[in-house]
């Protein structure tokens, strides 16, 4: 008799430490499930920088988007085999007195039909704040001639202070925004760095939430 309740002890005792594995491994397989999942698609931040600010927003969306992505400058990837290779793309750009960068309009206007589909954010990074009706309407006109080539706007957008510093800008850029601040815009021409690194990681980590994770 004795034997026989040591026996359905020693069952139960297994039975119990195999349901616990059980558990442990369900929760085990629960846990990775999410990096599993992210790792399988394949997301880049593509941007195009002039001097650095965008850079350094890009920078800053990828560290609140959890930097599972790969971050790229438009200037170093071959615009012919890019769009094969991501599953999803975040796109930003500087604006300047020309516009967005060429190669990221080149690259929208040759690869429309790949790219479109694929981009589920987009940002620029300039020097409008977009506090009265002017600001936001110049940075309406920015979007549009950012996406001109693409059927539809990208479902997420956002707009980040650059960054002025007067040294650093090349004889033809000095002349025309000096130019543009005074007899557009009224204002002194000087330096100044409306880069936010707070609004752009937020921006990044709800990207993530919605579409990467």
């Known amino acids: 008799m ?3 309740t040591r026996s359905r002890r020693d069952f139960l005792h297994l039975a119990s ?8 491994a369900f929760s085990f397989g629960c846990s990775i499930k ?3 999942e992210k790792n399988s698609t394949k997301t880049a931040l593509l941007y195009g920088t002039r001097y650095g600010a965008t850079k350094d927003t890009a920078q800053w969306i990828a560290k609140g988007a959890g930097d599972n992505l790969d971050i790229l400058d438009i200037e170093t990837v071959d615009l012919n085999t890019i769009a094969d290779r991501y599953d999803m793309f975040i796109i930003g750009s500087g604006v300047w007195i020309d516009g967005v960068h060429i190669r990221m309009k080149e690259l929208l206007s040759a690869k429309t039909n790949q790219i479109e589909p694929k981009i589920i954010a987009a940002f620029i990074v300039c ?3 977009g506090k009265d009706k002017a600001g936001k309407k ?34 033809k850029d000095r002349k025309l925004l000096e130019n ?8 002194e021409f000087k330096d100044w760095d409306r880069t936010d690194p707070k609004a752009a990681k937020s921006f990044g980590a709800k990207i993530s939430q919605t579409a990467i994770s």
């Open 127 to 129: 020097g409008t704040t």
């Open 2 to 4: 004795k034997e026989k």
């Open 17 to 24: 430490k195999m349901t616990s594995v059980s558990i442990a």
């Open 34 to 36: 999410p990096s599993i």
């Open 180 to 187: 543009f601040y005074r007899n557009i815009l009224k204002r």
């Open 138 to 171: 110049r940075i309406e006109g920015y979007f549009d001639r950012f996406f001109q080539p693409l059927n539809n706007r990208p479902p997420r957008l956002a707009y980040f202070g650059g960054r002025m510093n007067i040294s650093k800008l090349s004889e």
